[in-house]
C-alpha cells in the first residue's frame, strides 16, 4: 500500500510527545531478560578455546583427552562446521571467523569449543585440548600490512578495483574511489592548503551487555535461540546457512538487549552454541567474557588517512582529495570506501576525490560501529578544514556554511542532494548561547560536523486489536534505543487512541515475517512506516466492521479519533463507535480485527549533524575533560523526543571517548594487552559534562511523519570537534586518535621545544 | 536509455568509463543488463548494490522506474551500527 507522504503542517496528538518506555519499568527493576538471563532445563555450559597466537596454521587439534573428562558432553572444531557455503566468500569468511579452519587469523580466534555440565568443567576441558600450531609472521597495523615486506594473510585475495588485475595476492583487497571535477586544477586555484595524515586507532563499542545465548536443536532438526542480537533474522538466516538447517526450523527469539552499536549484527559464537547443542543434545549456553568480547568480536577499524583541502583567501573550497586506509581485520571487508562515500558529504565542492584503500591484518574482524567509517572520515576532513579556517582567518563555523552541501548540490559521493539540513545545524550553530560563551583558562572551543546515510530495508508490522480494544503490535526490528515508545506512539496516533492502550512486543523470527536488522538507524524509520501502514489497514477493517453494525456501506465510515463516524449526513444519523465496542463485536462481524503490513523502507534520507566543544587541558598531565557539550542533529521529526535526545547524547558519549582515551593495543607479539575495561577506558558519567542537544526538524519527504533515522550521526563530529578545541585550547594540532594525556603531553613538549 | 553512474570500484569493468548506457525500465531491468553486458559486475551485484534515482537511493525496491533523463548512481550498500 503506498503511504501517503504529505505531512506539510501536519498537527500531531502524540508525536511529539514524552510517555515512557514500556521496557522502562523492567529494566530499572531487573526484570528484564538479557541474554545470559535465559536458562533451559539440563543446559550444558559451553566454552570456546581460542589462539593465543595473531597469525599461524593449525597442525593438529587433539580433543581426546578432553572427551574422556567426565561432564563433558561435545566438543566441536571446525571439523563439525563443514564449509556449505557454496562458494560464497562473505558467508565463508563469516563460519571462518566463528571457528578457524587451516590457520588462526587473529589473537582470540576460536579454535575449539566445549560444552559440558558446568563452567569448571568446560574450563578444564579447554586446559586438556592440545593445538600444534606452526607461528607465522604477523601484522597488526593498518599501514604496516600495506608495506610489500607484510606476511600476506591470504594467499587468495587480489587487490579488486584496479586495472590490470594483480598477479601476486596482498593485504590489500579492495580499491575505490568518489568524486567529481579536477582536483589537480582545483589545488593550482587554492591560495592555502593544508595536507596532513591522520590516524585512528581501533575502538570496541563498548556495549556492557558481553554476547550470549542458549541453543538448544532437537534430534529432530529444529532448533530454537534465545540471543541477545541486533537483528534476530537476520542471525537465524546466517545461523542456519551455515549448520545447514532449514531457516523455518530455527526460532529465534531475541531478549532485550545491553547495547550493540552495531556489534550485534554479526554472528559470533551462536553457530557454536548450536553445532554443540547439536552434538550433546542438550541445550547449551555460550556466554562471552569481557576478554572474549575485546579480542574476538567485532571492533572497528583503525585508519590512517592523507588529507589535503586547499581554499580561496575567501574561504571558497577550491579542491579536496582524501585518500582513506581503514582496516577489515582480519578478512577482506570495504569500510574503506564507507569513509570515502561519506568523507567530504557536507560540503559543496566543485573539485573533489576521495580514494578508498581496504586493508586486511591480524586483528579480529572488524564490525559496524555506528555510522561505520564515518568518524574517522570527518576526524580528517573537519580537522583539516578547521585548520584552513585558522590559516584564512575566518570563522571556522562561517567556512562550513559558506562551503556547506544544500539542496541541488552535487554530492561528494554522486547524486545531487533534496532538501537537507547541514546548512541549518550550521546556523544552529553559530547563534547558540554555547558558542558565546566565556572560556577559562587551557580551554578551548572547536566544532565539526557530521553525515551520515541512514536506510530502511526489509520490515513488516502485526496489529491486532484485542476484545477490549487495546492494541497489541509485533515487530520485527531489536528496540536498541526506546523505538518501541516511538513505535506505539505512531500506533496511537494513526489509530486515535492512548499511547497505554498500545502494547509494542519483538516477536520471535517465527511469528512475523523476516525483518532486516536494526542497523542503519532505521528502526523507528522503517518499523514506524510498517506500522503506519498497518494501522491504517486495521483502521480500513474497524470502518468495515462499524458498517456492519450499522447496515450502512463500508465508504460510508470515516475514522476520527478513535472512532468509527458516519461520513456524513447521508450516511445516517449514528452515534460514534469507539474502538472498544467495535472490538467487542468484532466476533459477530467477522472475527478477529487486525492490520498488517509488509515493505521495503527505501528513502530514509541522508542526516547531518554540527557539534560544539568545549575541553579543558592540563598541560601538566595532558589530561582533557569535556566542560560542555552540544549536539546539534536534524531528526526530520523527532516521534518521541527524549529518546531522540539520548541517542545524540550516546552518539556523543561514544564519540568522547574513542576521540580521548580509547585505544586497541596490541603487543609486539600481535596479541591485545588491553582486552578489559580497566585499561581500556570508556568514559563514565562522571568524565562527562551533561550534553546538550538540540532537535532540528526539516522533514525527511519520504516519510508520512517526515522521519529521518537519528542513531549513528552523532558519533561523527565528536573526533573532529574535540581535535579543534584541543588545538585552540593548548595550540596543538592532533593528527591521531585517541588524543590520550601521553599523546597530547607529547604534542605540548614538542611544541615548546 | 539511461545514463548509469559508476563509482570507482566499478569503472575497471567497464574500461575506466565515468559512465554507462543502459536500457531498462526499471532497477531489476537494469541489473540484468549489466550482468548481460559485463559478466565482471555479477560478484558486485551478488554483494549488493544500491542505486541513487534523482537523488533517492534505492537498496530493495527493484521495481523503481528509471525515469528518463534520471540522474543515476550505483553506490555500495552500506551496512549501519
Known amino acids: 500500500m503506498p503511504l501517503d507522504t504529505n505531512f506539510t503542517n501536519q498537527k500531531f496528538k502524540q508525536v511529539g510527545t514524552r510517555p515512557l518506555r514500556p521496557d522502562g519499568v523492567d529494566k530499572v527493576t531487573g526484570r528484564a531478560k538479557y541474554g545470559a538471563d535465559y536458562n533451559a532445563p539440563g543446559q550444558l555450559i559451553a566454552l570456546v578455546l581460542r589462539s593465543p597466537h595473531a597469525h599461524a596454521k593449525i597442525k593438529k587439534i587433539d580433543t581426546s583427552k578432553a572427551e574422556k573428562l567426565p561432564g563433558v558432553k561435545a566438543i566441536i572444531t571446525s571439523a563439525d562446521l563443514p564449509d556449505l557455503t557454496g562458494g560464497d566468500r562473505g558467508m565463508r569468511d563469516m563460519l571462518e571467523n566463528c571457528m578457524a579452519r587451516k590457520k588462526v587469523l587473529y589473537d582470540g580466534h576460536a579454535v575449539a569449543a566445549v560444552a559440558a555440565i558446568d563452567q569448571t568443567t568446560a574450563r578444564k576441558a579447554l586446559k586438556l585440548i592440545q593445538v600444534d600450531y606452526e607461528i607465522l609472521p604477523h601484522v597488526t597495523d593498518v599501514d604496516e600490512a600495506l608495506k610489500p615486506s607484510a606476511p600476506v594473510i591470504h594467499n587468495d585475495i587480489f587487490t579488486e578495483g584496479v586495472e590490470p588485475k594483480p598477479t601476486k595476492p596482498s593485504n590489500n583487497n579492495k580499491r575505490a574511489s568518489f568524486g567529481h571535477g579536477d582536483i589537480a586544477q582545483g589545488f593550482k586555484d587554492a591560495d592555502i592548503i593544508v595536507e596532513h595524515t591522520y590516524k585512528t586507532e581501533q575502538t570496541h563499542q563498548g556495549y556492557i551487555e558481553p554476547h550470549a545465548c542458549v541453543a538448544n536443536v532437537s534430534p529432530d532438526g529444529q532448533g530454537e535461540l534465545w540471543v541477545c542480537t541486533q537483528g534476530h533474522f537476520v542471525y537465524r538466516n546466517q545461523c542456519a546457512a551455515l549448520l545447514g538447517m532449514d531457516i523455518s526450523k530455527l526460532r529465534v527469539t531475541a531478549s532485550e538487549i545491553g547495547g550493540g552499536f552495531g556489534g550485534k549484527t554479526h554472528i559470533w559464537a551462536e553457530p557454536l552454541a548450536l553445532a554443540l547443542s547439536r552434538k550433546a543434545n542438550r541445550p547449551v549456553k555460550l556466554t562471552m567474557s569481557r576478554e572474549e568480547v575485546f579480542r574476538c568480536s567485532g571492533p572497528t577499524s583503525s585508519t590512517s588517512i592523507d588529507m589535503k583541502i586547499g581554499a580561496k583567501r575567501d574561504g571558497t573550497i577550491t579542491a579536496a582529495h582524501g585518500v582513506l586506509r581503514y582496516h577489515g581485520g582480519a578478512f577482506p571487508a570495504t569500510w574503506a570506501e564507507f569513509g570515502a562515500m561519506t568523507a567530504f558529504a557536507c560540503y559543496d565542492l566543485k573539485n573533489v576525490k576521495s580514494e578508498s584503500i581496504e586493508v586486511i591484518v591480524n586483528r579480529p574482524k572488524t564490525a559496524a560501529y555506528r555510522a561505520p567509517s564515518a568518524p574517522m572520515a570527518a576526524f580528517a576532513v573537519e580537522s583539516a578544514v578547521d585548520e584552513l579556517a585558522k590559516k584564512i582567518g575566518m570563522d571556522p563555523v562561517e567556512l562550513r556554511i559558506k562551503n556547506a552541501a544544500k539542496q541541488g548540490t552535487q554530492s561528494s559521493y554522486g547524486p545531487v542532494y533534496g532538501p537537507i539540513g547541514i546548512g541549518a545545524t550550521l546556523e544552529a550553530a553559530k547563534n547558540h548561547p554555547h558558542m558565546k560563551a566565556p572560556l577559562g583558562k587551557n580551554q578551548g572551543r572547536g566544532m565539526a560536523c557530521g553525515f551520515w546515510f541512514n536506510f530502511g530495508g526489509q520490515t513488516c508490522a502485526d496489529l491486532n486489536v484485542t476484545p477490549d480494544g487495546t492494541v497489541t503490535l509485533a515487530v520485527g526490528t531489536i528496540d536498541v534505543g526506546g523505538s518501541r515508545a516511538s513505535i506505539g506512539l505512531m500506533a496511537a496516533e494513526e489509530l486515535g487512541i492512548p499511547y497505554e492502550n498500545v502494547r509494542v512486543v519483538v516477536a520471535d523470527t517465527s511469528s512475523l515475517g523476516h525483518n532486516d536488522m536494526t542497523d542503519g538507524s532505521r528502526g523507528t524509520f522503517s518499523t514506524g512506516l510498517a506500522t503506519i501502514a498497518a494501522a491504517r489497514n486495521a483502521i480500513k477493517v474497524l470502518c468495515a466492521r462499524a458498517a456492519k453494525m450499522w447496515d450502512i456501506p463500508e465508504d460510508a465510515v470515516i475514522w476520527e479519533d478513535g472512532h468509527a463516524k458516519p461520513a456524513g449526513t447521508n450516511a445516517g444519523n449514528f452515534p460514534p463507535l469507539s474502538i472498544k465496542e467495535i472490538a467487542a463485536a468484532a466476533g459477530n462481524t467477522g472475527g478477529p480485527i487486525a492490520g498488517h503490513n509488509e515493505l521495503v523502507a527505501d528513502g530514509a534520507g541522508v542526516s547531518f549533524a554540527t557539534h560544539i566543544c568545549d575541553i579543558e587541558v592540563d598541560p601538566e598531565t595532558g589530561r582533557s575533560t569535556v566542560k560542555r557539550y552540544t549536539v546539534i542533529q536534524d531528526a526530520g521529526k523527532a516521534i518521541h523526543p527524549s529518546y531522540v535526545e539520548g541517542q545524540y547524547q550516546g552518539g556523543a558519549a561514544q564519540g568522547i571517548g574513542w576521540a580521548l582515551n580509547e585505544e586497541y593495543i596490541y603487543g609486539k607479539d600481535g596479541r591485545l594487552q588491553n582486552a578489559g575495561f580497566l585499561d581500556y577506558r570508556i568514559p563514565v558519567c562522571s568524565d562527562l559534562p551533561f550534553i546538550d542537544t538540540m532537535i532540528l526538524e526539516i522533514p525527511n519527504p519520504n516519510h508520512p511523519y517526515g522521519v529521518r533515522g537519528v542513531g549513528e550521526t552523532s558519533i561523527v563530529p565528536p573526533l573532529a570537534a574535540i581535535a579543534n578545541a584541543m588545538s585552540n585550547a593548548v595550540g596543538v594540532r592532533m593528527t591521531h586518535i585517541p588524543m590520550s594525556p601521553p599523546r597530547v603531553l607529547k604534542a605540548i613538549s614538542n611544541r615548546k621545544h | ?81
Open chain 2, 1 to 81: 536509455m539511461a545514463e548509469v553512474h559508476l563509482w570507482g570500484a566499478l569503472r575497471p569493468i567497464v574500461g575506466g568509463a565515468l559512465s554507462v548506457s543502459v536500457e531498462a525500465k526499471n532497477i531489476r531491468e537494469l541489473f540484468k543488463v549489466l550482468a548481460e553486458q559485463y559478466p565482471a559486475f555479477e560478484p558486485h551485484l551478488q554483494r549488493g548494490i544500491a542505486v541513487s534515482i534523482n537523488g533517492k537511493i534505492y537498496r530493495d525496491t527493484w521495481d523503481q522506474a528509471l525515469p528518463p533523463d534520471a540522474e543515476i548512481y550505483l553506490l555500495p550498500r552500506i551496512p549501519g551500527g
